[in-house]
């Protein structure tokens, strides 16, 4: 990938994104919420549930791209107050879609991580804008592009000027129709090692089914993800979007738990490879003994 001078790995430490207390590329971060701010009290009711089984950030889209233009479309600025509020009571860092270049620098003021969703990773427009200001750009995968364009996508907002870029696998389109996507989790080590970049696996839309997302949150800390994007809602049944796959408290709070163990699992054996390098995920070219 030759065209590429801001975002490949070349040897480069690994980039670690601040926003709030997360610190994305360092250790695993959580990221929850539900898929659009609907109301301040349901908000504030997901945003306590979700702080207290242990998530990092808070998202929740006030704008969004929905497929068909009769379908909930957020409630933005009001959306984006509420969110406001989210972290005022909880503390957690929030995570908000924009889907309109002309709304990142006025959004980029209520929230402290930009999203740039899966329909507009090739928004060449919004891309630069986003590179125009410094704050962080969660920049989901398109939903045919290979890595090799979405590593050119984060590029376009790298070589802008903004460093701060974390990419989010959230599920490629196959011939398969029993998920919603296929989530192409080895992504997860191919990223790793061709970028610095921190990336993250949203295992909600990837899979679209809601028995699916406990186990490849699994599979996504296993391979090496640097955190998990999912969706929880109070009352799934109810959402105004995406409603079939979103878990409930208690079933997130259990999934956050086994997650941690399983990455706790691996920080041991990675320990081991490599002492005194605790919470680091080596790729194979850093290993013991390899001289590359
Ligand atoms: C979302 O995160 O709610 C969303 C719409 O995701 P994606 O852009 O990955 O489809
Ligand atoms: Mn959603």
New binding site residues.
Partial sequence: MKSLQYAARNGAARTVVQAGAARFGEGFVIVAGP??VESEDRLLAIARAVKDAGADALRG?AF?PRTSPYAFQGLGLAGLRMLEKAREETGLPVITEVLDPRDVSWISEYADVLQIGARNMQNFSLLKEAGKQKKPILLKRGLQATLEEWLNSAEYILSAGNPNVILCERGIRTFETYTRNTLDLSAVPAIRSLSHLPILVDP??GTGRVELVEPMSLAAAAAGADGLMI?VHDNPGEAL??KS?ALLPDQFRSLVEKVRRVRACLDEFNDKENPGRSGHFPQESEKKGDPR
Avoid: I, L, V
């Fill in positions: 898929c659009s889209g969004k909600t839309h969706e979007s995406d796959q």
